[in-house]
């Protein structure tokens, strides 16, 4: 009887030990490749919010475009160049199979041609030369601005003045570039002429290069203003830069891991590309 009561406690104590350090071994081993796949992944991702208010945002990783497989491009007219893309749909139909688009959403504003009006380039091709004409519209609250990035990757959004001057020395050369406005934020302040009591909410679509160099494309899913959609970026996203792209019936996103395939019609389109080669 004694033996019975003190042996089934130490047996079960053996097997917990056992159990504990089979977990520690295993823990320290490295990943399958499936595992790593899946963590790579990290280096961008799709998300739904709902605070401040209802929004989808796709991040990427700083040094995500240094990567071979990965690609940010620009997309507008069909491959013979004849007509405009117009749909997410006819994107995904042009792009070669080893290819997969990852997400996209509209980019530049646009004419009634789906032609855009602000400067762009793709893939060092000028299609439009920068437009630094004042008017009326949110492209010309000005100051507006430029996504661009080099053939490195790496991307800025630069003021459409400041950038004229850069293209002029030399010291900017987009690989590719869209033109919208207006800014949102601008070395860390919000636009100037946003009224944080305006009550023009309305849906709208953006993108950020925040402090750590990292990209936020967002989509409001309810209407926001322009001060509270700048502040989201200041504040919560941290991005001293932003660049309002395009508002109501023109804001878009395909982002297949949130199920979002907007179906609308738009101009110049932005989208990151895997090439699974």
């Given amino acids: 009887m004694p033996n019975t009561v003190f042996t089934k406690p130490l047996h079960v104590l053996a097997l917990i030990l056992m159990a504990v350090m089979t977990f520690a071994i295993s823990a320290c081993q490295p990943t399958d490749s499936n595992q790593a796949d899946s963590a790579s992944s990290t280096d961008w991702s799709c998300q739904s919010h ?14 995500l475009l240094t990567d071979e497989r990965y690609s ?45 009006i602000g400067y762009t380039v793709i893939k060092s091709e000028e299609i439009r030369a920068l437009n630094l004409k004042e008017g009326g519209g ?12 080099d053939k490195s990757g790496k991307v800025q959004i630069t003021e459409s003045n400041a950038l004229a001057k850069q293209l002029k020395d030399g010291s900017a050369q ?63 996203l941290k991005c001293p830069n932003a660049l309002f792209l395009d508002g109501g019936i023109a804001s878009a996103l395909y982002a297949p891991t949130i199920d979002k395939h907007d179906k609308k019609e738009m101009g110049v389109m932005i989208g990151l590309v895997e090439n699974k080669d």
């Fill in 174 to 236: 987009p690989w590719y570039a869209t033109q919208s406005g207006p800014m949102l934020v601008i070395n860390d302040a919000i636009h100037p002429q946003f009224n944080p009591d305006s009550s023009s909410a309305k849906i709208r679509n953006g993108i950020g290069v925040c402090s750590d160099g990292s990209l936020q494309f967002v989509n409001s899913e309810a209407p926001v203003t322009f001060y509270h959609f700048a502040a989201l970026f200041k504040d919560e």
């Fill in 138 to 149: 949110n492209f010309h609250l000005l100051p507006n601005g430029v996504l661009w990035w």
């Fill in 72 to 116: 940010l491009q620009l997309f507008w007219q069909s491959s013979d160049s004849s007509t405009p893309l117009l749909t997410f749909d006819n994107l995904l139909n042009i792009l070669p199979s080893p290819q997969s688009l990852k997400f996209a959403m509209n980019a530049g504003m646009y004419n009634e041609n789906y032609a855009p």
């Fill in 50 to 63: 709902t605070a401040p208010f209802a929004y989808s945002a796709c991040h990427i990783q700083s040094d």
